[in-house]
């Protein structure tokens, strides 16, 4: 199967800083999604963003797929942005995951 | 609001027991997943639902089961053949299963074992 690897596997942010998280595939995907779980489990859709650039809020992703890769920049982090960020990709019938880039948000 | 209900959010099981976990959705989507969560780790899917009275194993089906009897309904059964059940547990639900269109996830279970 395609394997996915994300960078970097642990980081940690003052508030207010800016970052990027990425993932890479060995292979093209499809329907790449961005994942925020919080320190409490849950999962929260960010983006669904198999091509391009999309932007929410503080948050905003790029994905490009010719290069195999996706990008996650968080500006302005904040302590509620602590938790664990998952990209995935569908292969046929399910969601493959990463391993996940974990994230501290300091006061 | 539309969404996605698991229960309960903490369970306990005893050597050799079954327990079930409950995923109810009333966002009218067809498709239905179970997933596997273990400590540091990304999610894994144990099986899926395409429609009504349908499953398929994911890739680590052994030691639970389903049913879909329902469309607003997926509950997932671990058994007792389950040997290392504590883990958390998502539910998710998307239109379809070959689609699009992204899935979306419930609050999850925690199982333990006493």
């Known amino acids: 199967g395609i394997q996915v690897e994300q960078s970097p596997p642990d980081l940690i942010l003052q508030e207010g800083a800016n970052s990027t998280l990425r993932c890479n595939f060995s292979d093209s995907v499809n329907n790449l999604q961005w994942f925020h779980q919080n320190p409490w489990g849950q999962l929260i859709n960010l983006f669904y963003i198999p091509s391009g650039t999309k932007q929410n809020g503080r948050l905003s992703a790029t994905t490009v797929a010719t290069e195999r890769y996706s990008l996650l920049y968080i500006s302005s982090s904040q302590t509620t942005d602590s938790g664990v960020y998952f990209c995935?990709?569908?292969?046929?019938?399910?969601?493959?995951f990463g391993t996940g880039t974990r994230l501290q948000v300091f006061p | 609001d539309g969404g996605i209900t698991q229960s309960p959010k903490y369970l306990f099981r005893k050597e050799g027991q079954n327990v079930t976990l409950s995923c109810e959705q009333n966002l009218n989507h067809d498709a239905m997943y179970w997933y596997r969560q273990d400590p540091g780790q990304g999610l894994r899917l144990i099986y899926y639902?395409?429609?009504?009275?349908?499953?398929q194993k994911g890739d680590i089906a052994e030691g639970y089961s389903v049913s879909r009897e329902k469309k607003e309904s997926f509950p997932l059964t671990v058994t007792s053949a389950q040997k290392n059940p504590t883990a958390f547990y998502l539910c998710?639900?998307?239109?379809?299963?070959?689609?699009?269109?992204?899935?979306?996830f419930g609050d999850g279970t925690r199982l333990s074992i006493l």
């Open positions: 639902s395409q429609i009504v009275n349908d499953f």
């Open positions: 998710a639900s998307s239109t379809r299963v070959y689609s699009n269109q992204p899935q979306h």
């Open positions: 995935a990709y569908r292969d046929t019938d399910k969601l493959i």
